[in-house]
């Protein structure tokens, strides 16, 4: 803290006299050789980490033919054909996939911003009996691995008669304990002279809760109903086991069938790799700053 | 319902009491009350069911010879699961590939992670461009990332032995050879995952004041000098948590096990979930799979707590 003070000072101190100008002159030079060094080391490093990419993306607009010859053919070959993506939008597994991708997707975020913003509410404005239990029990939810819990889950599911529904693939994912807490801290930030005046006004929690606080949150809202939303959408382990039915198959479950009976089909596996990615890379593309914000503002890893 | 009934009229003094809370009556109290487990019911239902009771089923099944293939527990078995785990060959080496998956991705995950972060960081044209490059991977499905990477791993023709025999190197058969099949795994890992901790880092770097590196600019330190007396300490709490994260998720491996290699060659890619899912769903035994996954939640929980205490500590000293 010392240093910190020390620093800001000096900085203020120098800022205003033109005097400290001459040293500078060789840490500039040295800055400038290191930012170009930077910028090139690092857009070495950005290409290496496109190419898988690109790759894929190229093998996916060969022939079958030339992508089984091997890396350098797919790489000389300068023509382009989408005959792997015909072939996969006539077969027709991929429609059932998308489908089920972005129902399971879209009612798991819907619920999931629903519930945890009314719990983040509940837990961040009321003050109730039983309340430090619920927040005690919902923070030792977060070191939960919910992938450990597969086994359980799908027995109960199974009990419940809810294997092969999308349902299934829903309801274990709903709870999500960090999404909670984003909205709580959120809400906890929030100026409540708004609430007051509406309570005053005579309206109810819900109605508060509804009108006022919600049409306040609208980046949090964002933010966690894409990150739960791409989540959904990756989550492989949960669907593998609790969906056997092929046309329930959500997009990474039917991929991972794509590998075994495509057999050497290599343009058509990269074609449909490239076809489960796409939405995501979309979404990617309008929402990058939100997705960004979303991943570093709550740490939700894989 | 509550909501009917009109609030007290709230005398003025309250209406401006410090905490916010505008009346302490007995009727705005039980009022709150009953909101409060209202608005929570919703969430607190799924959370009972789908993390509460999964994780005391697991712990109960764990002493049962609770089968798959038959209703019910089964016959109480004590801890004769956790003792036939312990005595398992197949356990241990599940374990231990599990762990050295974990060192193999969480060096080079932290490292080139906090590199890429700090020097795009200093960049201030195409930022754009490195995001896309290190942090899209992150967004695409474990499945897409596993076709990508068994088709460049392909022996002899893929895009990664290819590359090899340009080098001049001994071209390897990489998720077919039991001693790189891992390694092939965790490169996939990092390739797909960086961008995670590329983001925290970033996220991180935001936090430290732009006059700090202007001071130090001004007494002559060297770039190089100032990563190392600035942004290094400065970023030492974003370090903790991307490890801590890193390790966490590297012990729930599976996607992509399952996706590149299911375990193979032979079992020298077999993992701790991979490993749990085929004793329940292969060999339909609950009771055994339960025993398994109730270690590795130990392990799990174990991790998380030391992160927890851990930001409890920072938060008290900063």
């Known amino acids: 803290m010392a240093t910190t003070t020390g620093t800001t000072r000096r900085n203020g101190v120098s800022a205003a006299a033109p005097a400290a100008q001459e040293p500078r002159e060789k840490t500039k030079d040295s800055t400038r050789a290191f930012n170009v060094t930077a910028a090139v080391v690092l857009t070495v490093f950005a290409v290496l980490w496109l190419l898988p990419s690109l790759f894929a993306l190229k093998t996916s607009l060969t022939t079958n033919s030339t992508a089984a010859l091997g890396a350098p053919a797919i790489l000389s070959d300068l023509q382009i054909t989408f005959g792997s993506y015909l072939t996969l939008f006539q077969a027709g597994d991929i429609w059932n996939w998308y489908l089920s991708s972005f129902i399971t997707s879209a009612v798991t975020t819907v619920l999931t911003v629903l519930f945890a913003s009314m719990g983040g509410y509940a837990l961040s404005r009321l003050r109730f009996p039983g309340r430090n239990l619920v927040f005690l029990l919902m923070i030792l939810g977060i070191m939960v691995p919910a992938q450990v819990l597969v086994v359980p889950t799908f027995q109960m599911l199974d009990a419940a008669g809810l294997l092969n529904t999308y349902w299934a693939v829903i309801f274990p994912q709903v709870p999500a304990v960090i999404a909670l807490f984003v909205f709580k801290q959120f809400f906890d930030g929030l100026p409540r002279e708004l609430e007051e005046a509406a309570r005053i006004d005579g309206a109810g929690y819900w109605r508060i809760y509804r009108q006022v606080v919600m049409p306040l949150s609208g980046p949090v809202v964002a933010a966690m109903a894409i990150v739960t939303f791409v989540g959904v959408w990756n989550n492989l382990i949960l669907p593998l086991f609790v969906l056997s039915n092929p046309e329930l198959m959500t997009i990474p479950v039917g991929l991972a069938t794509v590998q075994g009976s495509f057999g050497q089909m290599f343009a058509d596996i990269q074609a449909s790799a490239v076809l489960g990615a796409l939405p995501l890379v979309v979404l990617y593309m309008i929402f990058q700053r939100r997705i960004i914000e979303g991943v570093a503002g709550t740490g939700i890893k894989g | ?318």
Not at chain 2, 86 to 115: E, K, N
Not at chain 2, 169 to 180: G, K, R
Not at chain 2, 238 to 267: C, N
């Open chain 2, 1 to 318: 319902m509550t909501t009917l009934t009109t609030p007290p009229p709230v005398p003025p003094s309250a209406a401006t009491r410090p905490d916010g809370s505008p009346d302490t009556g007995t009727r705005v109290k039980t009022r709150d009350a009953r909101a409060g487990w209202l608005f929570l019911a919703p969430f607190a239902f799924f959370y009972a069911l789908f993390l509460i009771v999964p994780t005391l089923y697991m712990l109960i099944t764990s002493f049962f010879n609770t089968s798959l293939v038959r209703p019910g527990l089964g016959s109480f078995a004590g801890f004769a699961n956790y003792a036939e785990m312990f005595g398992r060959a197949d356990f241990w080496s599940a374990m231990w590939h599990t762990l050295q998956f974990t060192l193999y991705t969480t060096p080079p995950l932290v490292v080139l992670a906090f590199v890429f972060a700090v020097l795009a960081n200093r960049l201030k044209r195409g930022q754009w461009f490195y995001r896309l490059a290190f942090f899209l991977p992150f967004v695409l499905p474990s499945a897409t990332i596993g076709l990508i990477w068994v088709f460049i791993f392909t022996p002899g023709t893929g895009l990664w032995p290819t590359v090899q025999g340009w080098l001049g190197m001994e071209p390897t058969a990489v998720l077919a050879d039991p001693s790189w099949a891992m390694v092939g795994i965790a490169i996939a890992t990092v390739w797909w995952t960086i961008g995670f901790n590329f983001v925290l880092y970033l996220a991180g770097l935001q936090d430290i004041p732009r006059e700090l590196y202007e001071a130090a600019a001004v007494d002559g330190a060297s770039p190089w000098q100032q990563i190392r007396s600035i942004t290094l300490p400065l970023l030492s709490r974003t370090t903790t948590l991307v490890v801590l994260l890193q390790i966490i998720a590297s012990l729930k491996i599976f996607d992509q096990v399952y996706l590149m290699t299911q375990g193979g060659p032979g079992i020298s890619t077999q993992v701790a979930l991979t490993q749990i899912a085929a004793i329940g769903f292969t060999d339909n035994r609950i009771g055994a799979a339960s025993a398994f996954s109730v270690l590795l939640f130990i392990v799990i929980i174990a991790i998380a707590l030391i992160r927890q205490l851990f930001e409890r500590n920072q938060d008290r000293s900063a």
